[in-house]
């Protein structure tokens, strides 16, 4: 088997043994890269260079591939995760030349880890969308059919996951990020509990609901990688200072008896039948493991959209009033007073979808209208949230569909940005409520397109999480599949 095709905890275990060298390992991916990046667009900046020099410190002896379980293996993380001297562009015109002075705390821990980043992925502007076409700068491809979507925002991210492009990357969740584009690509995404994961040095979209997370090629990789960016972190207000787990260790642990939650409202007219038979067969998978299946209902569920799309945007319109040309990112040249440069440079720097959800969220935070769309919509999280808490009184972890569509086509919903949204009607409520969740493959359409499972679980209960998605993934074949793309 080729280098560029293990997963992390296999190349390291071979870096370990000395059976591969980090250059070595390097290479392998910078190779691939070279022959199907051209057809995927997953990055928006390749770090080569950079990339070799780092491994050559292992293999001269000067770092250590025991000093972490992921040291020396290459990682490439979403282009809204700031690393110092490393330009991060958010996918957007506004920041196309903006290199930030410091890094995000958890590109420190993967740098602390001594993992090898490769690149900064694409991803859909300012992470607002679902199919990674509202980059500035590229529209990435899915490896499984060029003529499809990765999904988003963080589709750049699972694209390269994918493809074997990198061996696991970072991605950010705010709606489902993580979760549909490692749905759309047949590999694992997990959004880690709201406060697990430090946001520091991530470019802000909604403050309330943005998360890091893994997307990885197998649920062991997610275990190894969430362990290594997560914990407290003072720089972050909504860091929650509790003890991590040992993610891996619980891994192989038997789920017999554990009562797995089947939503009612997660299987709705509408919903892709492909999507519906991967995922009841899932379920009969579970049961032959020994789990218990009960039914729960989370009533609130149809609100999710409309509540979300209030918040978010709400919250984007504030973070990015921000960038007006004054202190950095585009500036126009020639405006005749301080409000045309505002406009134009913004008019400018900014795509549709992003211009969208500021005026949209501009408008809900107004004078008159506040009460009648944030603060409904807030109250509406709060019953989302309560849904989760009554539902997990009942069960350990709850089994849903991740999308109610496997990957459309390229351009398929450009147009109409409701149908865009409505692909996400399965992830939001999980995000809404701040709990943590996996997506893993569940089978395949007749048109050899991924099918994801969603794993969904308490408040920082990610081992829990974990563990149900190894023991699927162990007893199905489907997480070994390689998209055709060469």
């Avoid at 899932?282 to 009533?299: F, H, K, M, W």
Wanted: with cysteine.
């Amino acid at each position: 088997m080729t280098l560029h095709s293990l997963s992390m905890h296999e190349i390291h275990d071979l870096l370990l043994a000395r059976k591969a060298g980090a250059v070595e390992v390097v290479s392998a991916f910078l190779q691939r890269m070279e022959a199907v990046e051209p057809k995927v667009n997953a990055y928006i900046s390749t770090l080569g260079e950079r990339a070799l020099d780092e491994a050559k410190l292992f293999d001269e002896g000067k770092k250590d591939f025991a000093s972490s379980a992921l040291a020396g293996v290459p990682i490439a993380i979403k282009d809204v995760i700031c690393v110092r001297g490393i330009r991060t562009t958010c996918g957007s015109r506004i920041l196309e030349n903006f290199v930030p002075p410091y890094d995000a705390t958890v590109a420190r821990k993967l740098d602390d880890a001594g993992m090898i980043l490769i690149g900064k992925t694409n991803m859909d502007e300012f992470a607002m969308g679902s199919s990674t076409e509202n980059s500035a700068f590229a529209k990435t491809r899915n490896p499984w059919n060029l003529e499809c979507v990765p999904g988003g925002s963080s589709g750049g991210s699972a694209a390269a996951v994918a493809a074997d492009l990198c061996a696991g990357s970072l991605g950010t969740d705010t709606g489902g990020s993580i979760r549909q584009p490692a749905s759309f690509c047949g590999v694992v995404g997990m959004k880690p509990t709201y406060g697990r994961v430090s946001r520091f040095g991530l470019v802000a979209f909604a403050s309330s609901l943005d998360q890091i997370g893994p997307i990885t090629k197998d649920v062991e990789d997610a275990a190894m990688l969430l362990q290594t960016i997560a914990g407290h972190d003072p720089r972050d207000s909504t860091s929650v200072n509790l003890p991590v787990p040992d993610y891996r260790s619980t891994l192989r642990d038997s789920i017999r008896g554990l009562r797995l939650g089947i939503p009612r409202e997660y299987f709705i007219e509408g919903t892709a039948p492909e999507v519906v038979s991967a995922v009841r067969k899932a379920i009969d998978t579970y049961r032959e493991l020994g789990a218990s299946l009960v039914d729960i209902s989370l009533p609130h569920t149809e609100y999710g959209i409309a509540a979300y799309y209030i918040i978010a945007p709400a919250e984007a319109s504030s973070n990015l009033a921000r960038y007006d040309g004054v202190k950095y990112g585009h500036r126009v040249e020639g405006a005749k007073d301080l409000m045309e440069m505002y406009r134009r440079s913004r008019s400018e720097g900014f795509g549709a979808e992003v211009k969208r959800r500021i005026m949209l969220g501009t408008y809900v935070l107004s004078a008159g209208y506040y009460d009648a769309y944030y603060k409904k919509a807030s109250q509406v999280r709060t019953l989302i949230r309560k849904d989760f808490l009554d539902a997990f009184e009942k069960c350990d972890a709850i089994v849903a569909p991740v999308s109610p569509i496997p990957a459309f086509r390229i351009g398929e919903k450009a147009e109409d940005p409701l149908q865009m949204y409505l692909s996400d009607v399965f992830t939001l409520p999980a995000s809404l409520a701040g709990i943590p969740g996996i997506s893993v493959v569940c089978g395949f359409t007749s048109e050899r397109l991924p099918i994801g499972l969603q794993i969904l679980g308490p408040h920082f209960r990610e081992e829990v999480v974990l563990r149900v998605a190894h023991q699927f993934e162990q007893a199905t074949p489907f997480h070994r599949e390689k998209p055709p793309i060469g």
